[in-house]
């Protein structure tokens, strides 16, 4: 018996865009067309939509915790904490891979002082500012994966957790001022 063949359909259209996969993870932007750089070729950008941006964009957080996300982001990234590692493109013989810079230790210095500043990595704060913020865990995939006296965090507990650590974030860059009890 014959069944209905598939329309095809061109692999140029699909391979445009984030795959079916990437798409399922989260929206972007609408394409923004521009010329590279380097050959003056038109390209298509399409910029993935973070959890930080869709909170400032609803307004959920404010600016300023906004901007205080994404300076522990740009630490953490700094710090090299996520144990992604690179291989060196020069290598030097007789040299060791184990040494970390001066950027990285203080990277590391300012992302401890700032999960102390939340409480420790137990805390709920600090937890979710390591998952969610720093290894850009969603605010559910966190919820789901993380829970205090056997019991996990519901979405908007979580979500109300991860705007709390943004306001203590944003309080410990200096971002806000911080208020004297009267």
């Known amino acids: 018996m014959a069944g209905k063949r598939k329309a095809k359909t061109p692999k140029r259209d699909e391979a445009l865009g984030p795959s079916k996969w990437r798409l399922q993870h989260g929206g972007f932007s609408e394409p923004i067309r521009d010329a590279d750089p380097e050959t003056g070729s038109p390209v298509q950008h399409r910029r993935a939509v973070d959890t930080l941006g869709l909170m400032l964009a609803n307004g959920t957080v404010t600016p300023q915790m906004h901007e205080a996300g994404c300076i522990f982001r740009t630490l953490f990234r700094s710090a090299a904490i996520d144990s992604m590692s690179t291989s060196q493109l020069i290598r030097l013989p007789g040299a060791t891979a184990d040494g970390i810079s001066n950027r990285q230790l203080e990277a590391r210095r300012r992302v401890a002082n700032a999960i102390d500043a939340l409480g ?63």
């Open 120 to 182: 420790g990595h137990e805390s709920p704060a600090g937890s979710c500012a390591w998952f969610v913020v720093g290894l850009e865990f969603s605010v559910r995939e966190w919820a789901m994966r993380q829970g205090w006296a056997g019991r996990t965090v519901h979405g908007p507990v979580a979500q109300g957790i991860l705007v709390g650590a943004l306001g203590t974030l944003a309080m410990h860059f200096g971002l806000v001022p911080r208020q004297r009890a009267a």
